[in-house]
């Protein structure tokens, strides 16, 4: 198991920009595949992004594509997620996830295990 911790989210303007980071604790991070999703009010949390162990493969959901960067440094336990054009349809919580020896193509919530608590993220119009 392993332990998320997000940061980085706060209030931006529609077109603004953000990082959010996601510090992972334990010595086998590296076998970890990581995603990240998000949830807004009375909705369901839904799929962002995921990457690889190694960080080579990148997945993203349409929504997404081309405005946000998933990346990780594995020997620094880190976890990013680089939000660029913002929308106010991305306003959520923003969660890291991991799982160990999971796939880049994980895209659902329940082939997740590993869960940070989330960060606020909010998009003014």
């Known amino acids: 198991q392993v332990r998320l911790v997000e940061s980085g989210g706060g209030l931006v303007q529609a077109g603004g920009s953000l990082r959010l980071s996601c510090a992972a604790s334990g010595r086998t991070f590296s076998i970890y595949a990581v995603g990240w999703f998000r949830q807004a009010p009375g909705k369901e949390r839904e799929f962002v992004s995921a990457?690889?162990?190694?960080?080579?493969?990148?997945n993203y959901a349409d929504s997404v594509k081309g405005r946000f960067t998933i990346s990780r440094d594995n020997a620094k336990n880190m976890v990013y997620l680089q939000m660029n054009s913002l929308k106010p349809e991305d306003t959520a919580v923003y969660y890291c996830?991991?799982?160990?020896?999971?796939?880049?193509?994980?895209?659902?919530?329940?082939?997740?295990?590993?869960w940070g608590q989330g960060t606020q993220v909010t998009v003014s119009s």
């Open positions: 996830a991991a799982e160990r020896w999971g796939s880049v193509d994980a895209d659902n919530i329940n082939e997740y295990h590993n």
């Open positions: 990457l690889s162990r190694s960080g080579s493969s990148t």
